[in-house]
Nanobody, 116 residues
Framework: QVRLVESGGGLVQPGGSLRLSCAAS????????MNWYRQAPGEQRELVAT????????GYAESVKGRFTISRDNAKNTVYLQMNSLKPEDTAVYYC?????????WGQGTQVTVSS
């Protein structure tokens, strides 16, 4: 079965960096686009970044463009989210996401808190 396990969250000061990882299993990782979402308290879950199966195409929410970088290692079945210049408004639970139509798969999430 599909399994997505996020890691790498934590508490960081404004301007700091974190690298999130999502280890995937239970499907052929190298043929699937992958996504990162986040959900802040009281807010809807929002798409942060997406990457194509081969890694050659990426997309970002306007709010993170130029600060976040999504990447993947198909040999390790892992997708990453490098987050730089973090702001308090980046505080949220970050989720790894896979869509194999019509099913949406989610990890358990990893908390990112940006605070001084």
């Amino acid at each position: 079965q599909v399994r997505l396990v996020e890691s790498g969250g934590g508490l960081v000061q404004p301007g700091g960096s974190l690298r999130l990882s999502c280890a995937a299993s239970g499907f052929v990782f190298s043929i699937r686009a992958m996504n990162w979402y986040r959900q802040a308290p009281g807010e809807q879950r929002e798409l942060v970044a997406t990457i194509s199966a081969g890694g050659g195409t990426t997309g970002y929410a306007e709010s993170v463009k130029g600060r976040f970088t999504i990447s993947r290692d198909n040999a390790k079945n892992t997708v990453y989210l490098q987050m730089n210049s973090l702001k308090p408004e980046d505080t949220a639970v970050y989720y790894c996401n896979l869509v194999i139509y019509p099913q949406n798969y989610w990890g358990q999430g990893t908390q990112v808190t940006v605070s001084s």
